[in-house]
Nanobody, 123 residues
């Protein structure tokens, strides 16, 4: 499975970005798809997940109500819509595929990683 993340950039606080994760090699519904992020000097943390079974979604408390994860089966692509961005959302965002269809939401249990895309939110 190969994951290609894109869509990062520089945005002002309160703005929006949509990240994309193109999946190749397998249909993404065979996995739980997750987004993690890593800010400078910090550990990689869970952001959002969509289960591979029923499409249930899960979010970190810090992004709940602002971020939305979704998938497009026809394009084999997963998205992370980020609204109301804050400077503390600045990080490299990674998409990930998890063979646990419910989503492990644990960076140590991820099976495949994308290369990351940088999101910078200015105040």
């Amino acid at each position: 499975v190969q994951l290609q993340a894109s869509g990062g950039g520089l945005v002002q606080a309160g703005g929006s970005l949509r990240l994309s994760c193109a999946v190749s090699g397998r249909t993404f519904s065979m996995y739980a798809m997750e987004w993690f992020r890593q800010a400078p000097g910090k550990e990689r943390e869970f952001v959002a997940a969509i289960s591979g079974s029923r499409g249930n979604t899960y979010y970190a408390d810090s992004v709940k109500g602002r971020f939305t994860i979704s998938g497009d089966g026809a394009k084999n692509t997963v998205y992370l819509q980020m609204n109301g961005l804050k400077p503390e959302d600045t990080a490299v965002y990674y998409c990930a595929a998890d063979r646990n269809l419910l989503g492990s939401r644990d960076r140590d249990l991820i099976d495949y990683w994308g290369q990351g895309t940088l999101v910078t939110v200015s105040s």
